[in-house]
């Protein structure tokens, strides 16, 4: 089972590249299923229904988020409504949605759970993700392939809890620094990793957004906001995992990295 997993899509340039690769690395590397990490879609914060539409209909298979899940509060009308929309489940307070859902392709079973770390992120409105996903390992239906999309903000986190579960899911692919690492490996028991898949978005930028508003207020302080531009040249991050559908376990791993060129 050979799955694409996108990493962060930020706003409209970030929509536009996804739309525009994913036939392109499906038909490359013969795709089966198709996940992504949304939780930027929208204006570069959270994902309205629209956006998530737009996604899904560009062919991505499963929406994961991360700790801007409720940014834009349109998602608590619709996202018990949707069946591809996986929202942290490690949320502390009640919260519609599920953290961890089950897709039958082509008579393989997928879970796709969505967990949100807790160093150097609001710690306090989540739940420990070790036992978080213990508990769903423990507590939902087995699967035969069990893709983790851990949103986290320090490696050092993402690397313990990638061992802590090596040889239990098939892989851990971190999100949310939206700067792809190389380290995407297999860990000794079976389990794909990578530290960051990257980001979808401006290129041109920082994290996605104008380079000159995020250096106004993150090296001089300035209460300014980080603005999204509309178009320009895009980045296409994401990792494919070719997953042994009777182990489980990853067989391969490898980044994708793809940067549009100037005109």
């Known amino acids: 089972m050979k799955i694409l997993f996108i990493g962060d899509i930020v706003g409209k340039i970030g929509r536009r590249i996804v739309k525009e690769m994913i036939p392109i690395y499906v038909k490359k590397y013969g795709i089966d299923f198709v ?4 939780e930027n879609a929208t204006h570069g914060k959270g994902i309205i229904y629209h956006h998530y539409q737009e996604l899904i209909d560009s062919g991505v298979d499963a929406i994961t988020l991360g700790n801007h899940y409720n940014s834009k509060t349109e998602i608590k009308k619709y996202i018990e409504n949707t069946d591809r929309l996986v929202r942290p489940a490690n949320i502390i307070h009640s919260f519609p949605g599920v953290g961890s859902i089950l897709f039958d392709v082509d008579g ?6 969505n967990i949100l770390g807790q160093a150097f992120m609001n710690g ?3 739940n420990n993700p070790y036992y978080t ?11 035969q392939i069990h893709l983790v999309d851990f949103h986290a903000e320090a490696t050092g986190e993402k690397q313990c809890f990638a061992y802590a ?5 098939s892989a851990v692919i971190c999100t949310h620094t939206h700067v792809q690492t190389s380290d995407a490996h297999i860990l000794p ?4 990793y990578i530290s960051d898949v990257g980001m979808c978005g401006y290129a041109d930028g920082v994290l996605g957004f104008d380079k000159d508003s995020v250096i106004k207020k993150t090296l001089f302080g300035e209460k300014s906001r980080f603005e999204l531009p ?4 895009a980045i296409f991050n994401a990792v494919v995992i070719d997953v042994d559908e009777q182990t489980g376990l990853t067989k391969q791993i490898f980044p994708i990295y793809y940067q549009e060129k100037n005109n």
């Open 189 to 192: 028991k079976g389990t794909g």
């Open 35 to 38: 996940i992504a990490n949304g």
């Open 230 to 233: 509309e178009s320009g040249r």
């Open 124 to 126: 306090e409105e989540i």
């Open 133 to 143: 996903l213990l508990t769903i390992l423990s507590d939902e239906e087995k699967t």
């Open 165 to 169: 579960f090596d040889g239990l899911v």
């Open 108 to 113: 393989i079973s997928i879970r796709v759970t």
